[in-house]
């Protein structure tokens, strides 16, 4: 019999820690599957992957939460600020009764298989003004760059600040220039663009938990035998698990290198930022499609 | 690559469909479709992967802007002004016009990211003063506007520049820069070539301007003259963004044209964005079907076959250029650029990427390269539209281009091999590359 | 055809000019307000980003359907200007047949795909993405329709238009 082919899709480039452990996956499932992978969106663009797995011309990719919210609104509560406390939180969720009711929720409604939650690290705001930043208020005025999209604009505001959308690829330019103020990221995606080069700061908001979803279409799923099924979801979780890890690791180095050179790194009132971010949150429409008890339940995880 | 495979199917039916005249949007569509049926795949791709790229690449909005300001610019007196200018700064000369032409260019290149714009142009307002009493041939006074055009897309701002980006993810605003130095380069070229022949055969020079008329005349003009400091200041002082500065460019070219000389009606102006509307819109499906057909390309990971195939032949960057170089030349003597640039050249980016060759180098590299194709025959877009602006013939118009096009593949080498020739303007800048 | 119908015909091709253009000032009003609300007020909008890109989709696709002439397009045609107006027939048809063919072949799956769409919206202007998407349809069916009036016409023994350079902008 052939062995199923695979295509796999995603929006991080070539040499992202997470196309390493992709590159790793295909290796281990070689004598069982072809996987195919595309990497930096050009297969399918940014936040079309989800349609192209349920209408079944891609089996397998990354998509992101924010995504699954547009069509399952039940799920942007997996899309706030200040929802998981770091990579174990996020993981011990998905593993959790109320995390497999919301992948099960995106299974039926949606027809795509959720396998695992894929870290790449914690978004914390990367200013170019020198001003200290304690408190959200101290964000007023201060034009954020955040991705495009009403979802992405509102966590913007829930940080305090003054929300800019604008390309990714034309926010060096934009921080040098002075078009933008700052710019959330994680720490890997900081060093990468070089935005340390032309910001002065780093505030560890850690506002929230970057993350996608390692998703299957549900009729490549269903296709597969069950021990197919269990050889994939094994080692799809040893491969994600291992990106994490990698991830933890080097966050912490680059906090160390972002002083060396020369940006003050610092944690500014966390709890002051959570508390006005869950407010903002709680008291927008996004809440209101919000499953009842969730939030709570995942504070209690 | 077998014979029979989908992918050289594909292949076989956007070039038979397009050799016999289907527009090149269309017979890539139509191409790629056929794929998706050969494949048993979703035929429904075509209509995604056009409808998606469409709305996802935000840099793409660069080029109806560019598009607008320039037919913007073309209506009215703007062009005459500028002309009038670069008359009294080099008309004096030895083959005056000659000079005039190459430096309007260089002027109206700060202000637009369009080549045929500046040949259709301002071209047929300069082709009209050099032929006049048969002063200069008409063959002559064509192909040095085609050439001279050439260098419009490599100064700042750029359409090609804008498409290099969207397919290799390079900066545009460090793109933009790099050409900046490369384009005055072409262009002094352009009028040394312009002087030897002009000596030679005894072109005349026009009557020099009095000095006390120069400032009313740079006065008349330096509306138009402000364009491009406009355009790169915005820029690079951070108050826009590239695609924004396209925006503003058009703005511009409105508000001058309309407002300040007034010599544009509200018919002329709605002709202007009309004829804007369907230039977008023809370049804007060819671009649509390149996206199509992109996908077809990255499914069957032509771009990774041939980054093995020629990492096989452990080539040096320099070699890996001069191939690229070659290769380009002669598919643009046959190719229409956007094509390429859209369907070709990210073929070649990821292995560029591998050997450490700077995407702005690379980037400017092949924008020259394409521009130079625009004079190439057969198939040089330029030199169909200046035959037809001058009521020329193709073959004299292409005699008389042949020591321009040696002039500006030379400065195509130059800048192949010293890359800091590119480079040196955007590190200035900030660029860290 | 009866002047009435060329009356009409012509009507109908000026009101789709007058979308033509009215697509393109949005592009170009949208993104001046971007930078007015940015630069200016200190307030930046999303919304300004989609409208314009957006509306370039719509130009592009409406545009290609109803605007674009014959001499407007963008064609490979150094073969195709070369030979006899009798062979420049027989490509018309030729090509013309396979287009209107793939395009028939793949429409049903296009409606298909537009009409699925309907799960998501533009996030700002909050317009369910099957509407806005159904211009591609809309694109194929008109292009379906012309090719098959130019194949029909070549048939009759019109040879068709040839691309006229000088009035394209394309670089
Ligand atoms: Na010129
Ligand atoms: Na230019």
Redesign the interface.
């Known amino acids: 019999q052939d062995k199923p082919t695979l295509k796999f899709a995603a929006v991080f480039g070539d040499t992202d820690i997470r196309a390493d452990a992709i590159r790793n996956l295909q290796e281990a499932l070689s004598s069982e599957f072809t996987l195919e992978p595309h990497f930096g969106a050009t297969l399918f663009k940014q936040g079309t992957e989800l349609v192209a797995l349920q209408r079944g011309n891609l089996e397998t990719g990354i998509v992101a939460p924010q995504d699954i919210a547009k069509q399952l609104p039940e799920w942007s509560v997996l899309t706030a600020a200040y929802l998981f406390r770091d990579a174990d939180h996020l993981k011990t969720f998905f593993a959790s009764e109320p995390g497999k009711e919301m992948t099960k929720m995106a299974e039926d409604k949606l027809g795509i298989r959720i396998i695992a939650p894929v870290y790449f690290g914690t978004r914390q705001v990367n200013l170019k003004p020198e001003k200290e930043i304690k408190t959200p208020a101290d964000m007023a005025g201060i034009k954020l760059r955040m991705p495009g999209g009403d979802a992405w604009q509102f966590l913007g505001s829930a940080l305090g600040a003054n929300p800019t959308p604008m390309a990714y690829s034309e926010v060096y330019t934009g921080l040098q220039t002075g078009a933008i103020d700052g710019q959330d990221n994680p720490l890997p995606n900081d060093y990468n663009m070089k935005f340390y080069e032309v910001t002065s700061q780093i505030v560890l908001t850690s506002h929230l938990i970057g993350y996608d979803l390692f998703a299957v279409s549900k009729k490549t799923w269903d296709s597969l035998t069950p021990e197919q099924q269990a050889t994939l979801e094994a080692e799809v979780n040893k491969a994600v698990d291992w990106s994490t890890q990698r991830h933890l690791e080097e966050e912490a180095k680059l906090a160390d290198f972002f002083k060396e050179q020369g940006l003050k790194v610092y944690k500014p009132d966390v709890e002051a930022f959570r508390q006005y971010a869950q407010q903002k949150y709680l008291e927008s429409d996004f809440a209101r499609d919000w499953p009842e008890g969730m939030l709570d339940k995942i504070n209690a995880l | 690559m077998s014979l029979f495979s989908p992918f050289a199917i594909c292949l076989a039916s956007i070039t038979v469909l397009a050799v016999l005249g289907l527009p090149i949007g269309y017979a890539m569509i139509g191409g790629s479709i056929l794929y998706l049926l050969v494949q048993g795949q979703d035929l429904a791709i075509a209509a995604e992967q056009l409808l998606q790229g469409l709305r996802g690449s935000f840099v793409l909005l660069a080029i109806p802007l560019f598009i607008l300001s320039a037919e913007l610019m073309n209506v009215g007196s703007l062009s005459n002004r500028l002309l009038d200018f670069c008359n009294a700064l080099v008309g004096r000369f030895r083959g005056g016009l000659g000079h005039v032409n190459v430096v309007q260019s260089v002027i109206f290149a700060g202000m637009s990211g369009s080549a045929i714009a500046d040949a259709a142009g301002v071209g047929r307002l300069i082709i009209g003063m050099m032929t006049r009493d048969g002063r200069y041939s008409r063959s002559y006074a064509g192909a040095i506007t085609a050439a001279s055009a050439v260098v419009g897309p490599i100064i700042p701002p750029s359409i090609p520049m804008v498409l290099f980006a969207l397919v290799s993810d390079a900066s545009i605003g460090y793109l933009f820069l790099g050409g900046a130095v490369p384009g005055l380069l072409m262009a002094a070229m352009l009028m040394a070539i312009n002087s030897v022949v002009a000596h030679r055969k005894g072109f005349p020079v026009e009557d020099p301007v009095v000095l006390r008329r120069l400032p009313m005349i740079t006065v008349r003009a330096f509306p138009a003259l402000m364009m491009p400091v406009i355009l790169l200041g915005g820029i690079y002082g951070g108050v826009a963004t590239p695609t924004e500065a396209a925006a503003i460019a058009a703005a511009y070219a409105f508000l001058i044209s309309i407002l300040l000389y007034r010599d544009v009606s509200a018919k002329d102006a709605y002709r202007a964005v009309l004829s804007s509307a369907r230039s977008s819109a023809s370049i804007g499906l060819m671009i649509g079907g390149a996206l199509v057909f992109n996908y077809v390309v990255t499914i069957e990971n032509i771009p990774n076959s041939l980054s093995a195939l020629i990492s096989g032949y452990d080539l040096s960057p320099l070699g890996f250029l001069l191939i690229v170089n070659v290769t380009l030349l002669i598919l643009g003597c046959l190719l229409e650029g956007i094509t390429i640039l859209l369907v070709i050249v990210p073929i070649f980016v990821p292995t560029a990427q591998a050997l450490g060759i700077d995407m702005v180098h690379f980037g400017v590299v092949v924008v020259v390269n394409l521009m130079i194709g625009l004079i190439t025959p057969p198939y040089g877009l330029l030199l169909f539209v200046v035959a037809n602006v001058a009521r020329a013939g193709l073959w004299p118009i292409m005699r008389d281009v042949f020591p321009f096009l040696l002039a500006l593949i030379a400065a195509l080498a130059f800048i192949t091999l010293v890359p800091d020739a590119v480079l040196w303007l955007p590190r200035l800048l900030g660029y860290s590359g | 055809m009866t002047m009435n119908q060329l009356r009409l015909l012509r009507w109908m091709k000026r009101r789709a000019?007058n979308v033509?253009?009215a697509?393109?000032?949005t592009?170009?009003v949208s993104?001046?307000l971007?930078?007015l609300f940015?630069?200016v007020l200190?307030?930046?909008v999303?919304w300004t980003?989609?409208v314009?890109?957006?509306a370039?989709?719509w130009?592009?696709?409406?545009?290609?359907a109803f605007?674009?002439?014959e001499r407007?397009?963008?064609?490979?045609?150094?073969?195709?200007s070369a030979v006899s107006r009798r062979t420049?027939r027989g490509?018309?048809i030729?090509?013309a047949m396979?287009?209107i063919a793939?395009?028939l072949?793949?429409l049903?799956?296009?409606v298909?795909?537009?009409m699925?769409?309907k799960?998501?919206?533009a996030?700002?202007i909050d317009i369910r993405l099957d509407y806005l998407?159904s211009v591609?349809v809309l694109f194929?069916l008109a292009?379906i329709v012309r090719y098959a009036w130019l194949g029909f016409e070549a048939i009759r023994g019109r040879a068709?238009d040839l691309t006229?350079?000088?009035?394209?902008?394309?670089?």
Request: no cysteine; hydrophobic share 55%; charged share 20%.
């Open positions: 000019e033509a253009v697509l393109l000032a592009v170009f993104f001046i971007q930078i940015r630069y200190g307030w930046p999303g980003l989609e314009s890109t957006l370039w989709m130009l592009v696709l409406w545009g290609a605007v674009v002439t407007d397009e963008i064609r490979f045609d150094i073969v195709y420049r490509f018309a030729v090509t396979a287009l793939l395009l072949v793949s049903p799956a296009t298909d795909y537009v699925f769409m799960v998501e919206k996030s700002y998407f591609y194929a292009a068709p006229d350079p000088s009035h394209l902008r394309d670089e």
